[in-house]
């Protein structure tokens, strides 16, 4: 079982930067996949970007070149950089682990989520 929890959202101006963090617990942590996915209101959840246990990644076409998805196992935790944040970042960010280490960017295949938290920019 893991528990994942989420901080470090905010309100930012366009062009800015944020960092989220996702605290996990659980020992099987390092060998997870784990993801990050965002909800913007009326809009479906969808994939930001995803790092394995041997720090392979991926992302979104949307956040290539300005966000970084990276992990400290040792402190269980996976962080989020965005730089460069466009008012149409906002959206509720949500951290998500997975078994294997497919980079997958289908939301059904993660089994755990944290309760998300909130990015706003504004113009």
């Known amino acids: 079982q893991v528990q994942l929890v989420e901080s470090g959202g905010g309100l930012v101006q366009a062009g800015g930067s944020l960092r989220l963090s996702c605290a996990a617990s659980?020992?099987?942590?390092?060998?997870?996949?784990m993801g990050w996915f965002r909800q913007a209101p009326g809009k479906e959840r969808e994939f930001v970007a995803a790092i394995n246990w041997s720090t392979m990644t991926y992302y979104a076409d949307p956040v290539k070149g300005r966000f970084t998805i990276s992990r400290e196992n040792a402190k269980i935790t996976v962080y989020l950089q965005m730089n460069s944040l466009k008012p149409e970042d906002t959206a509720i960010y949500y951290c998500?682990?997975?078994?294997?280490?497919?980079?997958?960017?289908?939301?059904?295949?993660?089994?755990?989520w944290g309760q998300g938290t909130q990015v706003t920019v504004s113009s």
């Open positions: 659980g020992r099987t942590f390092s060998s997870y996949t």
């Open positions: 998500a682990g997975k078994a294997g280490t497919r980079l997958s960017t289908a939301s059904f295949e993660y089994a755990y």
